[in-house]
């Protein structure tokens, strides 16, 4: 009951020391540790580790930034409470995505910088290229059901009274496939590299991001859609950016990519989701959604698997193994 009737200021500063209290072993291990090396050169170490690092830490803030600044601007451009809102719904439905994107990053960004200091150039191009198909051909499939079904969702999460935010969330969910891109190949675009490749992109975005804005205002269209629009280009150029980079450092073309095999089968997954919803009732619209998503996403691996795609050549050896 100590924090009840705090105010946000404190609750922060509680929040804060209690996180630093918990890390502080582990730092002390790590240091430990670090002086325990025998052939340790503290002062180069700790040069390398910053002359990589400091570049990185305005990306760990803008990607948060970008997100929690968006339904904050809706306020202050007459969108209001209700604006901001429904922009806050777009965000939290592609949440989900993030611990699957996170746990990636933290595996790659080590595999990529081993593969590198080993020489293995053409492994690690493989591997790029493996991962930014699966992320391309992923998001595209989940762009497709989350628009389709988006209305659904809402309304089984926070009920029928939230029905008309599924317009402006559904143009955040429109970015799902290019912001799904850039959080995989984040790690591997780090562990390769010491430029701070990630950074630019972001600030790229975010100035994208701000232009958008700004002249959707002085267009008077202002409010959660051109917000959301605005939010949609930049979230497009980080992803394209992020592609224009492993097309020059690993010579990937887009149509090394095959993303019109995989457009293709999300279109038409998407049109036999609109199929079904329109000859069911809308009171069984949550059934059909939990009964026909899963056997989309069935239908679209063994569609892949079909068409040879190269992130799917562990599924197709595995299948071969035990058939």
């Given at each position: 009951?100590?924090l009840?009737?705090a105010?946000?200021?404190?609750?922060?500063?509680?929040t804060?020391?209690?996180t630093?209290?918990?890390?502080?072993?582990?730092?002390?291990?790590?240091?430990?540790?670090?002086?325990?090396q025998?052939d340790?050169e503290?002062?180069r170490?700790?040069?390398?580790?910053l002359?990589?690092?400091?570049p990185?830490?305005?990306?760990?803030?803008l990607?948060?930034a970008l997100?929690?600044?968006?339904?904050?601007?809706a306020?202050?451009?007459?969108?209001?409470?209700i604006?901001a809102?429904?922009?806050?719904?777009?965000?939290?439905?592609?949440?989900?995505?993030?611990?699957?994107s996170?746990?990636?990053?933290q595996?790659?960004?080590?595999?990529?910088?081993?593969?590198?200091?080993?020489?293995?150039?053409?492994?690690?191009a493989?591997?790029?290229?493996?991962v930014a198909?699966?992320a391309?051909?992923?998001?595209?499939?989940?762009t497709?059901?989350?628009?389709?079904?988006?209305?659904v969702?809402i309304?089984a999460?926070?009920?029928?009274?939230?029905?008309a935010?599924?317009?402006?969330?559904?143009?955040i969910?429109?970015?799902l496939?290019?912001?799904?891109?850039?959080?995989?190949l984040?790690g591997?675009?780090?562990?390769?590299?010491?430029?701070?490749v990630?950074t630019?992109?972001?600030?790229?975005?975010?100035v994208?991001f701000?232009v958008a804005?700004?002249?959707?205002g002085?267009?008077?269209l202002?409010?959660a859609?051109?917000l959301?629009?605005?939010?949609?280009?930049s979230?497009?150029v980080?992803g394209?950016?992020?592609l224009?980079?492993?097309?020059?450092?690993?010579?990937?073309g887009?149509l090394?990519?095959?993303?019109?095999?995989?457009?293709a089968s999300?279109?038409?997954?998407?049109?036999?989701?609109?199929?079904?919803?329109?000859?069911l009732?809308p009171?069984?619209?949550?059934?059909?959604m939990?009964?026909?998503v899963p056997?989309?996403?069935l239908?679209?691996?063994?569609?892949?698997i079909?068409?040879?795609?190269?992130w799917?050549?562990?599924?197709r050896?595995?299948?071969?193994?035990?058939?």
């Amino acid at each position: 009951m100590l924090l009840h009737d705090a105010d946000l200021p404190t609750v922060v500063v509680w929040t804060a020391a209690t996180t630093g209290t918990v890390a502080l072993p582990s730092l002390l291990r790590i240091i430990r540790w670090s002086l325990a090396q025998e052939d340790r050169e503290p002062l180069r170490e700790s040069r390398g580790l910053l002359r990589y690092g400091l570049p990185r830490v305005p990306a760990s803030a803008l990607e948060p930034a970008l997100d929690l600044v968006l339904p904050w601007m809706a306020v202050l451009s007459g969108g209001g409470l209700i604006g901001a809102g429904y922009l806050a719904i777009g965000l939290a439905l592609m949440r989900p995505l993030n611990p699957i994107s996170g746990a990636l990053s933290q595996v790659l960004v080590p595999a990529s910088a081993a593969a590198v200091a080993r020489g293995e150039l053409h492994a690690h191009a493989a591997r790029t290229r493996r991962v930014a198909q699966w992320a391309l051909h992923g998001g595209m499939f989940a762009t497709f059901q989350m628009i389709i079904w988006i209305d659904v969702l809402i309304r089984a999460w926070l009920g029928p009274g939230y029905e008309a935010a599924a317009r402006p969330a559904a143009i955040i969910c429109l970015s799902l496939s290019p912001s799904f891109l850039f959080a995989c190949l984040r790690g591997l675009i780090d562990g390769e590299t010491e430029r701070a490749v990630n950074t630019r992109n972001l600030g790229a975005a975010i100035v994208v991001f701000a232009v958008a804005s700004a002249l959707l205002g002085g267009l008077h269209l202002g409010g959660a859609v051109a917000l959301g629009l605005a939010y949609l280009a930049s979230r497009i150029v980080l992803g394209v950016l992020t592609l224009r980079y492993i097309a020059r450092a690993h010579r990937i073309g887009l149509l090394a990519l095959r993303p019109f095999t995989a457009l293709a089968s999300g279109a038409l997954l998407g049109v036999g989701a609109v199929v079904l919803r329109r000859a069911l009732a809308p009171n069984h619209d949550v059934v059909a959604m939990i009964a026909y998503v899963p056997l989309a996403a069935l239908v679209f691996i063994v569609s892949m698997i079909a068409t040879r795609m190269e992130w799917t050549q562990p599924l197709r050896r595995r299948l071969w193994v035990t058939s």
